[in-house]
């Protein structure tokens, strides 16, 4: 008798077949076809794929979807015309433009009802405040950036996060370690999901911090601790999920710090993880999509949020 493997491999599309019953029920309540318009103002071979993606994604979703390539000059006049037209539900726009600040400045001049990334202030304000609806009523869900909430959904898929809890606290309980701390993906992320309630150590080159809610999850929303002198060989064996993101393919994370039964998710482009994690994880996401960002099940969880917007 063959003995079972011990580690169960899950493949993001698994996670994104539930996510696309979501969007079409959504879409049958809606009395019209979304418009999600993109705007390309560079000249990045990888921004092109991502559009096609996102085109792909769209009609394969019910959604239609505008591409606008201008010049970068003249990008704002265009994302200002966007916010004013009520036929447009959603807008994506392909970063980098200029690669400074100044593209921190067109996030933030998107609309909020139209701003299908969660980029702009409101946005980020909600998400590390622990902030999750827009206005007193409670109508709208304040959409969160699309690559950290494809990992919150993914636990929720692995059943991390625990039903039987209130909302709001279902990751009480569980030690997360996060290796990258980008602030596209990474602090985002060790924010959402320590609002959530788990312990969260954010690890970076710089050292690492802990993000939590405090005893007994007792506040409102995360506070960070510097973690003085501490390193992997401290955070790993405390934790029960262990998410890896470090752009490169000369990185590979140290399996022999992972304790047993730990599951283990890679959400950068090259594989963090050697083969040698089935045999400590007991669960193993080997990807969130094809590629890092300009994969199908990213946009996916892209076009569910332009439900929340519409």
């Known amino acids: 008798m063959v003995t079972p493997a011990p580690c169960k491999v899950v493949l993001a599309a698994s996670v994104a077949q539930g996510l696309l019953a979501e969007v079409a029920c959504g879409l049958r309540k809606l009395e019209r076809v979304p418009v999600l318009t993109a705007f390309l103002a560079n000249s990045d071979p990888a921004a092109r794929m991502y559009a096609d993606w996102t085109d792909r994604t769209c009609k394969e979703n019910g959604f239609l979807f505008q591409l606008?390539?201008?010049?970068?000059?003249?990008?704002?006049?265009?994302?200002?015309?966007?916010?004013?037209?009520?036929?447009?539900?959603?807008?994506?726009?392909?970063?980098?433009?200029?690669?400074?600040?100044?593209?921190?400045?067109?996030?933030?001049?998107?609309?909020?009802?139209?701003?299908?990334?969660?980029?702009?202030?409101?946005?980020?304000?909600?998400?590390?405040?622990?902030?999750?609806?827009?206005?007193?009523?409670?109508?709208?869900?304040?959409?969160?950036?699309?690559?950290?909430?494809?990992?919150i959904k993914i636990l929720e898929y692995l059943r991390i996060y625990n039903e039987i809890i209130p909302y709001g606290n279902r990751l009480f309980g569980h030690f997360i370690t996060i290796v990258n701390r980008s602030e596209v993906v990474g602090r985002p992320l060790a924010a959402l999901l320590a609002n959530d309630g788990a312990c969260v150590y954010s690890v970076d080159i710089t050292g690492i911090q802990q993000f939590t809610r405090g005893e007994g999850i007792k506040n409102l929303r995360h506070d960070v601790v510097e973690k003085k002198g501490w390193a992997l060989e401290d955070c790993v064996p405390l934790s029960d999920v262990v998410i890896s993101g470090v752009p490169g393919d000369s990185y590979k994370f140290p399996i022999h710090l992972l304790r047993k039964?730990?599951?283990?998710?890679?959400?950068?482009?090259?594989k963090n993880f050697d083969a040698g994690v089935k045999d400590k994880a007991s669960i193993y996401v080997p990807s969130i999509g094809k590629t890092t960002i300009g994969q199908s099940d990213i946009f996916e969880i892209c076009t569910r949020e332009m439900l929340t917007l519409c």
Not at 261 to 270: A, F, K, L, Y
Request: charged share 25%; hydrophobic share 35%.
């Open 261 to 270: 039964g730990t599951v283990c998710i890679n959400i950068s482009s090259e």
């Open 68 to 151: 606008r390539n201008v010049d970068r000059e003249e990008l704002e006049e265009h994302i200002l015309a966007a916010n004013k037209d009520d036929a447009i539900d959603g807008i994506i726009i392909y970063y980098p433009i200029w690669g400074t600040r100044q593209d921190q400045y067109l996030q933030q001049i998107v609309d909020v009802r139209k701003d299908v990334e969660g980029l702009c202030h409101k946005y980020m304000f909600n998400m590390y405040q622990n902030i999750r609806f827009l206005g007193e009523q409670r109508l709208q869900k304040s959409v969160l950036p699309c690559t950290p909430l494809a990992v």
